[in-house]
């Protein structure tokens, strides 16, 4: 796979990285659609759609890379979305949260019940002493 979603709070939620030239690099968040985020999506397996973005990063480290996915046109890789005019891209790296993104909460501060959000969905999970022990709760 040639890209993926980093420094996000899980596998399915993070900034685009798409691996150009032997190297990772920062996708360009100008440009860019919500249907080129469902792409992605499906590609890392974190669902068919995304849902509308809170996450923010600053550009860091990594080189920006310009990215421009030809509307109408099917995309079957993410190198067909690389721009070919790489002037300098000064834009905010793009940031993708995907439907199967899961955030685990704790419902107080550092200890309490144990909450999911799940798409749109939250779950609270029950269990006692014996079900829950430490390894549960550093997963």
């Known amino acids: 796979m040639a890209m993926k979603l980093v420094d996000g709070p899980g596998k399915c939620a993070g900034k685009l ?4 030239e032997g190297r990772w690099k920062q ?3 100008a440009n ?11 590609q890392l397996n974190c669902g068919d759609k995304s849902r509308d973005n809170a996450l923010k990063f600053n550009k860091g ?3 920006l890379i310009k990215m421009k996915c030809s509307s ?3 995309i079957t890789h993410i190198h067909d979305c690389i721009d070919p005019n790489q002037i300098n891209p000064t834009d905010d790296p793009l940031a993708i949260t995907c439907e199967e993104h899961k955030v685990v909460l704790l419902n107080g501060s550092c200890s309490g019940l144990v909450e999911i959000e799940h798409g749109d969905r939250s779950f609270l999970l029950s269990g006692s002493n014996e079900t829950w022990n430490q390894e549960a709760a550093d997963t």
Do not use: L
């Not at 990285?17 to 150009?20: A, F, Q």
């Not at 860019?32 to 499906?42: A, E, G, I, Y």
């Open 17 to 20: 990285m798409v691996k150009s």
């Open 27 to 29: 996708a360009s968040k």
């Open 32 to 42: 860019w659609s919500k249907k080129d985020s469902d792409f992605v999506c499906r």
């Open 61 to 63: 480290g990594s080189e």
């Open 72 to 74: 109408g046109k099917t």
